[in-house]
Structure formats: C-alpha cells, structure tokens
C-alpha cells in the first residue's frame, strides 16, 4: 500500500527552466509534508517542507505547493540549475509519529546545460 | 561540524548471518531513526528511539532489532539475513521526538549473498 506516491520516475529540464515535482498521497491523517534531495552515495538532504494548515511555502528557488482536496503536492524550483540534478523525493508524516515519514519512490531530475 | 556518521559504509554477508549497524548523532540531537531503503525505492521507516527508549517502529519483522545508548549513538542488529534485507540503511537525528527535519547520514550498504 503505497501511501505516497511519485509516479515520475525521471525528469528532465533544461537549465534556467522551471522544474515541476509532482507527489500524491492517500493518508488524510497526514499532517506534514516535506522535501529531500539525495545526490548519490549521500543521505537525503532535507530541502523544504509545508504544514497542512498552508497552502504553500517559499524558500528562495524552491516553492512547495499543498493541495489538500486532492491531496496532491508539488515542488517548483526556478531556476533550474545544473546542480539542482539530484533524486528528489517526497514525504509526508502524520500525528501518529512526526518521525516515521513516509517517502515517495523518487524522482530522478537531470538539468540539462 | 560533524553531521551524521554511519559504520561500516559497505558490508558484505551471507543468508542467516547477524549484522550490527551503528550511527552517531549529529551533537545535542537526541533522537535517532533508522530507515531501509531499497534500490529504485523511498526509504522506508524501521525505528525511532529517543532518549534511549523506542518511540516508533515501522513494519519489519522481529528480527529488526536497535537500541540507543546514553550518548545518543545507536546500533541496528539484523538476525538471520535474508536476501532481500540487501538494501541501503540509513539513519538520521534531529533535536527532538518530535522533530520532522530529519538530518540523515551517508548510509550503510548492506548485500547479503
């Protein structure tokens, strides 16, 4: 049962675009939603996140949207830069425990120069 | 400052045998997750434990055991190997029980054979 879903599993922009990230999820009890990155042989870098009592948040290129009636969020980033290339996964957590997130399966973004 | 560090990076072992993960917190965290995460998949919650006592566990058999000790370092012990526990195990901290903003180290490469 996956309850967070990235059903793109690649995508690719080229540099100075907008890059759009797509995430749905099934859980109503989730509460919390969140954004890493993970370049290879690295952990996930916690990028930017959202309550659900918002409908979105902004942090310099990265803007993460929530709509809860769809229960669906995505993740703009522009411009896009050749470092932004990395697998960028969603996750979400709910009153039950802030700590157990549960992840998306990834998106691989590749920004082309 | 030292972020997340994790022992060994790789480990190879064999079906049935016992393995033992060990992580150490980024300084004044106190809570320590531990996450399973298998190729072309998100990572998947095991366990929380903060203030050396478990607050979450995900859904891994009982041969999935960990364990936090006063300084905050924890160690997960794997029984009788299968294959399909070969997977990337990867543990994060944050300051408190309750803190989404996981902060996860590079990660343990486990292949079973």
Redesign the interface.
């Known amino acids: 049962d996956q309850q967070?879903k990235?059903n793109s599993p690649s995508l690719s922009v080229q540099e100075g675009r907008i890059s759009i990230l797509n995430c749905d999820y099934t859980n109503s009890m989730f509460d919390?939603f969140?954004w890493?990155k993970k370049y290879p042989?690295?952990?996930?870098?916690?990028l930017i996140?959202i309550s659900s009592i918002k409908d979105k948040n902004e942090d310099g290129r990265f803007t993460v949207f929530l709509n809860k009636s769809a229960k669906h969020l995505s993740l703009h980033i522009v411009p896009s830069q050749p470092g932004d290339s990395a697998v960028y996964?969603c996750?979400a957590?709910g009153r039950e425990?802030?700590?157990?997130?549960?992840?998306?399966?990834?998106t691989r973004l590749t920004i082309n120069p | 400052d030292a972020g997340v560090t994790q022992s060994p990076t790789h480990l190879i072992k064999t079906r049935g045998q016992h393995v033992t993960l060990r992580c150490s917190p980024i300084s004044g965290h106190k809570s320590v997750s531990w996450y399973q995460q298998v190729l072309g998949q998100g990572p998947q919650f095991i366990f929380q434990y903060y203030e050396k006592e478990e607050r979450g566990r995900g859904n891994f058999p009982d041969r999935f055991s960990a364990r936090q000790f006063p300084n905050y370092s924890s160690e997960l012990n794997v029984n009788a190997l299968l294959l399909g526990d070969s997977a990337l195990y990867l543990c994060a901290s944050s300051l408190g029980a309750h803190n989404e903003k996981l902060f996860f180290g590079s990660g343990t490469q486990l292949s079973v054979l």
């Open positions: 967070v990235q919390y969140l890493y042989a690295e952990g996930p870098t916690f996140s996964f996750a957590s425990g802030a700590q157990k997130l549960v992840f998306g399966q990834g």
